[in-house]
């Protein structure tokens, strides 16, 4: 198990170093200059030039990279116009924000973990285990009712389904606050009542995709031979569904849900432009809008670790789910 982790942490290293490698090439070494764009509409050309020597952009590429990385890991010093020192983890100065991109991330960051990660909760909850009760339940009105309900899930977009909730529970029946974002830690009860209707949204939509993909996983395991096998023994309905049908039919919902989970930390721009949240997602729009080099570069990073680190999570539920995956 232990040379199976390391393989998988070395292999996100890698994937995370080709991603920074990539995201800075295509930002900085592209023939457009990036301070056009960085620097506001008014800056003359003084002012570009000394944008260009406090982003060290007359330095050679490679000493370039070398000095954003090791700002990520150990801080540097960008110059009294770009606030002076930045402490690690250091992705730059936005000339857009007037601010450290890296505090911008640690505001904005905090929004999007508070809505996915319950959101994903609710999905995978109710999504798996609706999909395998109707898988166990084949032809009953649980089935038929499940299978609607994927149908249903399938069809909508988040934005009106969003629309919708917002309208009902909080402009019509004022049941809920208008959605905002409030820290967990100063009042978990308005932090509740803030986002509860993003993650319904959320976890409505996901949930119909999980439900119809854990009943055809289910169903398909179902029908295989060592299922039949361990029911001609005797075995009991709740260990033959329990331990062996359902670990066989959860592996590529793990899959998926690793994904998922991974690439909506990485922003989810729909849900909160809906809900008017200010997170990772409509960072990144605002960031390309604007031309904030910086903050893009940073988004891209966070989102690539995020799936990164989704995908190394997967590989470990794996070799728990099946232990043959240890050997691969």
């Known amino acids: 198990m232990t040379r199976f982790l390391i393989r998988r942490l070395l292999s996100a290293a890698l994937t995370l170093f080709a991603v920074s490698v990539l995201s800075f090439l295509m930002f900085f070494a592209l023939p457009r200059d990036p ?75 905090p929004v999007t973990l508070s809505i996915v990660i319950p959101a994903a909760i609710l999905w995978l909850l109710l999504g798996v285990g609706l999909g395998m009760l109707s898988a166990l339940r084949r032809g009953s009105w649980l089935d038929r009712a499940a299978i609607g309900f994927s149908l249903t899930g399938a069809s909508l977009q988040l ?74 023994k005797g075995l009991a309905k709740r260990k033959v569904y329990g331990r062996h049908a359902l670990r066989a039919a959860i592996t590529p919902v793990v899959t998926i849900a690793g994904l998922d989970v991974g690439g909506a930390l990485g922003g989810t721009v729909i849900t909160e432009t809906t809900f008017g949240l200010n997170g990772m997602g409509r960072t990144a729009v605002d960031a390309v809008r604007s031309g904030d080099l910086p903050t893009i570069m940073a988004t891209v990073l966070i989102a690539a670790v995020f799936v990164v680190l989704a ?9 728990v789910i099946d232990p043959r995956v240890r050997l691969g």
């Open 35 to 109: 301070v056009t764009g960085m620097c506001p509409k008014n800056c003359n050309p003084e002012r570009l030039e000394r944008v260009r020597q406090e982003l060290g952009l007359r330095d050679p590429l490679i000493s370039q990279y070398a000095g954003y990385m090791k700002g990520i890991f150990t801080g540097r010093d960008l110059g009294s116009a770009q606030g002076g020192r930045c402490d690690a983890p250091c992705l730059g100065w936005s000339y857009v924000s007037n601010e450290a991109v890296s505090d911008t991330i640690a505001r904005v960051l």
């Open 159 to 232: 934005y009106f389904v969003g629309a919708v909730l917002l309208i009902v529970f909080v402009y019509n029946l004022r049941l809920l606050p208008v959605p905002s974002y409030t820290s967990l830690f100063d009042n978990p009860l308005k932090w509740t009542s803030g986002l509860v209707l993003a993650w319904v949204a959320l976890a409505f939509l996901f949930s119909a995709i999980y439900a119809r993909l854990s009943r055809a996983q289910m169903l398909e395991t179902l029908s295989e031979d060592f299922v039949r096998t361990a029911r001609a």
């Open 311 to 319: 995908n190394v999570v997967v590989d470990l539920l794996y070799a």
